[in-house]
């Protein structure tokens, strides 16, 4: 049948219908001038200046109604997604929550990982939200334990960098392989070779029991119409999604019933006889715990197979070793993008170029021989016109800059092309180095516009037009002002350009509008504007309050997408930076100490701090450099593994800095105006250089807190009181007696001695006159108390099979005093910051925890003197650098446990 092409005749939306636009502005006249307009026909000018109008109007309709996707098009036909959008993988996943979650992940980060047992550990403890016993099951072309040593490593190191507040990971191992042999007759067909039938019978039973886990492609799943949220729910997926039901579970009962049914569901199989379980209690099923896995020896089968052409049978044994059956499962996750058209909105064309020549308001409407009368009227009439030309160029620009409207970071001007034009003739070094000219910036823009110098013969129309008619070398008077009228256009502080801004641009409708829209954007999001507002009153960054609201939120929706996806990390205390000691003591003079506080603004964490000099202020002739701070607070991967995602977000939202910032300059205001150079008193001698020495420490401290803990100090108390999950060992799991560890262990040392026992090659217990001492391998002693706690259900796992017969386990172990009482996460700050100590701040942040923190992990926070910070941040120091650097010293990490724990108590809680 033959296509036939045709246009459906639609009525245009008024904004691309001249006709009805004409007749709205006729009407309008009629009312407006009643009898004193009665011409109203094509022939009269003021009718003709409409006609110009409406087709302008026409073109910026059409405009209007381009796609979305055009409009957020560059030049370069990419489309802007930079502070615009976060695509699915960047908003909707989020780093493991659920034990799925952890499974997922680990089978995608670590390659030689199949699946994984992940089972929590349930604690009495209010501050340990969970722990975690990880079995993995590793592929079996991995044999050395040296090799599964590392995979148990590396999974440890994975899961530490993704662990949540509260929550702490044993050291992984391996499943432990029980094998039993299948005993029986198998008869199959001589079509398929025996070992090929063999490895899918031995492939499909080992996926019964606990299959791989399956990665599929999310491009793939979206076309087979999975829904988008489902699959992004969890963490991103490098090498493909994992789906809940792909995950499988570990099955630990195994009947002959099941792996008959198994193996007739073989392709080949043709009938299996007499088949028993050799080895097992029950010949007719076998159970395993949750640390083994079962698998099944095939080579003591009996098999026969039938020719199916000759009816002869014939019998072998399969003494054949079977081929690892392993699929490649990577996939590629790119993003299936919108495309768009560029349009260039932002170029207007005016409207005096479309009128007949006889207005004389064209570009060759007046020439050489006109009169001054002639000329007199054309700019009359051009000066009308450019009225209705800057408000339609303006309308333009508007539209062109809806990216910028709505975009997470604020603007800086009002007029970004004439920010394009002021850099397009510069050199690559005036582009680094030189600033935009102040008139043209201001603070966080929602109307915008853009100036009409390419209007024909604008020039006489502007203020002050001739301020650069001047010149000391000889020049034709086309050429000086051809000149002139040049460097009146680049000068960006032309009074038109002033004027323009001063009449478009109202800073209290700008910030109103720019609240809003920002609060859109935050609902957008997923987040409470109405929270958001809540914590943020009362957080400075300039002093204006709608200003410092702008900014918080402006920074909060740049990093929303990482403070997303990390929301209830911890930090990862096997990979965090190392903090700097804090300087107690003094400086040899408080000039140069006034020299070193000054210079520091504000600190940028990255691979090496970054220090803003305060002569490169935050002010630019009153204009706020918001760009300066989108810089200076920019997070980054890196910080979440020095720090907590709510330390974080604690940061920005409660502009933690600023009060920092403030204390110390009124600090080192009063100290300058006191004259005291300490090295010239003693205490003794005067009391007002004990109360600078004071104050001298607290500049230090304050220093310490900006630099090396982003304003507040967060303790995971999981990491620090004693570990309420002791190992417990044994020579005999059945009759005991049952020892534990002498000391309480910490968390980092319960991991230490949990895989010194899960890989150790010999394993003691000897009774002698210094008491009962555990060695292991010989070497590595501890000593140990005999325990009388009820130990029925810890899973028990032998040390070694040669040379050894101990045993040792799990088990809820005495916990802390005070342990009902101890918080999950425990906030600390400087009490001698007018700032923090306040009600209404502590209001703030709580509203923050609360919305913030999941329900069970619990909070304290509290203001400390200047006195306990002297003695809790070198324990903070050495706890926290112990931790990381030094988990495996026993004695070491208790003693400075200890050291912490003590202050912490004597530290009063709010």
């Given at each position: 049948m033959k296509e036939i092409n045709y246009i459906i005749d639609l009525p245009l939306p008024i904004t691309q219908d001249f006709k009805s636009l004409k007749k709205e502005g006729l009407a309008h006249i009629q009312k407006v001038s009643g009898n004193e307009w009665t011409n109203l026909n094509p022939s009269d000018p003021g009718v003709t200046i409409l006609d110009q109008l409406c087709y302008a109007l026409t073109e910026l309709g059409y405009c209007n109604d381009f796609p979305i996707s055009d409009i957020l098009t560059n030049s370069d036909d990419k489309l802007i997604l930079k502070d615009q959008f976060y695509l699915p993988k960047e908003i909707l996943t989020t780093s493991p929550i659920t034990c799925n979650d952890y499974i997922k992940y680990i089978v995608d980060e670590v390659n030689e990982v199949e699946n994984v047992v992940l089972l929590p550990i349930q604690s009495n403890l209010s501050y340990i939200k969970g722990v975690y016993i990880v079995y993995l099951s590793i592929v079996s072309t991995v044999k050395k334990p040296i090799e599964i040593t590392t995979i148990c490593r590396t999974t440890f190191y994975r899961l530490n960098k993704r662990r949540n507040m509260g929550e702490l990971f044993m050291m992984p191992l391996p499943l432990e392989k029980i094998t039993y042999t299948l005993n029986g007759k198998l008869q199959i067909s001589n079509e398929v070779e025996v070992s090929k039938t063999l490895s899918l019978i031995e492939n499909k039973i080992n996926t019964y029991i606990f299959p791989k886990a399956i990665q599929e492609e999310d491009d793939q799943l979206l076309l087979d119409g999975e829904d988008t949220d489902t699959i992004y729910n969890g963490p991103e997926m490098r090498h493909g999604w994992i789906s809940d039901a792909n995950l499988g579970q570990k099955k630990d009962t195994i009947t002959t019933r099941n792996l008959i049914n198994i193996i007739l569901s073989i392709e080949g199989v043709i009938n299996i006889q007499e088949l028993q379980i050799s080895g097992a209690k029950n010949s007719d099923f076998v159970t395993s715990t949750t640390s083994q896995l079962l698998s099944f020896d095939l080579n003591k089968l009996e098999i026969t197979y039938t020719n199916l052409k000759n009816d002869n049978s014939t019998t072998k044994t399969n003494a054949l070793s079977l081929p690892d059956l392993s699929f490649d499962t990577a996939s590629n996750n790119e993003e299936k993008l919108p495309k768009g058209k560029y349009r260039d909105i932002n170029s207007y064309y005016s409207i005096q170029n479309t009128f007949p020549e006889i207005y004389a308001v064209g570009e060759n409407a007046i020439n050489s021989n006109a009169s001054d009368f002639q000329i007199a009227q054309s700019r009359q009439l051009k000066g009308y016109l450019t009225l209705f030309d800057q408000i339609l160029a303006n309308q333009f620009s508007q539209l062109a800059n809806v990216p910028q409207l709505f975009s997470f970071k604020n603007g800086i001007t009002g007029t970004p092309s004439e920010l394009k034009n002021f850099y397009t003739s510069k050199t690559s070094d005036e582009k680094e180095h030189l600033k935009y000219p102040v008139p043209y910036l201001s603070f966080s823009p929602t109307y915008f516009y853009q100036p009409l110098y390419t209007i024909p013969n604008i020039k006489p129309l502007l203020k002050n037009n001739d301020v650069f008619n001047f010149s000391l070398e000889t020049r034709t008077k086309n050429v000086a002002e051809e000149m002139s009228w040049k460097k009146f256009k680049d000068d960006p502080y032309n009074s038109y350009i002033r004027g323009l801004q001063d009449l478009v641009e109202d800073e209290t409708i700008n910030l109103t509008r720019r609240n809003e829209m920002l609060d859109h954007l935050l609902a957008r999001h997923g987040e409470s504007p109405l929270l958001i507002n809540t914590v943020i009153e009362g957080s400075i960054y300039t002093g204006n309050s709608d200003k410092d609201k702008i900014i918080i939120k402006s920074l909060y929706l740049q990093n929303l997408g990482l403070l997303s996806y990390y929301r209830f990390k911890g930090y990862n205390y096997l990979g965090a930076k190392k903090i700097e000691k804090i300087e107690l003591e003094l400086p040899l003079?408080?000039?140069?100490?006034?020299?070193?506080?000054?210079?520091?603004?504000?600190?940028?964490?990255?691979?090496?701090?970054?220090?803003?000099?305060?002569?490169?202020?935050?002010?630019?002739?009153?204009?706020?450099?918001?760009?300066?701070?989108?810089?200076?607070?920019?997070?980054?991967?890196?910080?979440?593994?020095?720090?907590?995602?709510?330390?974080?977000?604690?940061?920005?939202?409660?502009?933690?800095?600023?009060?920092?910032?403030?204390?110390?300059?009124?600090?080192?205001?009063?100290?300058?105006?006191?004259?005291?150079?300490?090295?010239?008193?003693?205490?003794?001698?005067?009391?007002?250089?004990?109360?600078?020495?004071?104050?001298?420490?607290?500049?230090?401290?304050?220093?310490?807190?900006?630099?090396?803990?982003?304003?507040?100090?967060?303790?995971?108390?999981?990491?620090?009181?004693?570990?309420?999950?002791?190992?417990?060992?044994?020579?005999?799991?059945?009759?005991?007696?049952?020892?534990?560890?002498?000391?309480?262990?910490?968390?980092?040392?319960?991991?230490?001695?949990?895989?010194?026992?899960?890989?150790?090659?010999?394993?003691?217990?000897?009774?002698?006159?210094?008491?009962?001492?555990?060695?292991?391998?010989?070497?590595?002693?501890?000593?140990?108390?005999?325990?009388?706690?009820?130990?029925?259900?810890?899973?028990?796992?032998?040390?070694?099979?040669?040379?050894?017969?101990?045993?040792?386990?799990?088990?809820?172990?005495?916990?802390?005093?005070?342990?009902?009482?101890?918080?999950?996460?425990?906030?600390?700050?400087?009490?001698?910051?007018?700032?923090?100590?306040?009600?209404?701040?502590?209001?703030?942040?709580?509203?923050?925890?609360?919305?913030?923190?999941?329900?069970?992990?619990?909070?304290?926070?509290?203001?400390?003197?200047?006195?306990?910070?002297?003695?809790?941040?070198?324990?903070?120091?050495?706890?926290?650098?112990?931790?990381?650097?030094?988990?495996?010293?026993?004695?070491?990490?208790?003693?400075?446990?200890?050291?912490?724990?003590?202050?912490?108590?004597?530290?009063?809680?709010?």
């Open positions: 003079n408080l000039e140069q100490l006034l020299i070193d506080v000054s210079s520091v603004r504000f600190y940028l964490e990255s691979e090496k701090d970054i220090i803003i000099p305060k002569n490169e202020k935050f002010e630019n002739d009153f204009i706020f450099n918001t760009n300066k701070v989108d810089q200076i607070e920019k997070i980054r991967k890196q910080d979440f593994i020095n720090y907590a995602a709510l330390e974080l977000q604690l940061n920005i939202l409660l502009s933690l800095k600023t009060p920092y910032i403030n204390y110390l300059e009124n600090t080192l205001n009063n100290l300058e105006e006191k004259k005291c150079i300490l090295c010239e008193h003693t205490q003794s001698q005067s009391e007002k250089c004990q109360d600078c020495k004071n104050q001298l420490e607290q500049i230090q401290q304050c220093l310490w807190f900006l630099k090396e803990r982003r304003g507040l100090v967060c303790i995971e108390n999981c990491l620090l009181y004693p570990f309420d999950n002791s190992i417990v060992i044994t020579q005999s799991t059945k009759n005991g007696p049952y020892y534990k560890i002498k000391n309480f262990l910490s968390y980092t040392e319960t991991i230490v001695l949990n895989t010194l026992l899960a890989n150790a090659t010999s394993c003691t217990i000897d009774t002698n006159s210094n008491g009962i001492e555990l060695t292991i391998n010989g070497t590595t002693t501890y000593e140990l108390i005999e325990t009388t706690q009820t130990v029925e259900n810890i899973n028990w796992e032998q040390v070694a099979t040669i040379g050894s017969n101990c045993f040792f386990g799990i088990s809820s172990e005495n916990s802390p005093e005070n342990a009902e009482t101890i918080e999950t996460i425990t906030l600390l700050f400087p009490d001698y910051i007018p700032y923090f100590n306040t009600d209404y701040f502590k209001n703030r942040l709580d509203t923050l925890l609360e919305n913030t923190l999941p329900i069970e992990v619990s909070y304290s926070y509290r203001f400390v003197s200047q006195e306990n910070l002297n003695r809790f941040i070198p324990a903070f120091i050495d706890w926290h650098n112990n931790l990381v650097f030094n988990n495996s010293t026993y004695k070491k990490t208790t003693e400075v446990v200890s050291v912490l724990s003590n202050i912490m108590n004597k530290i009063p809680k709010e």
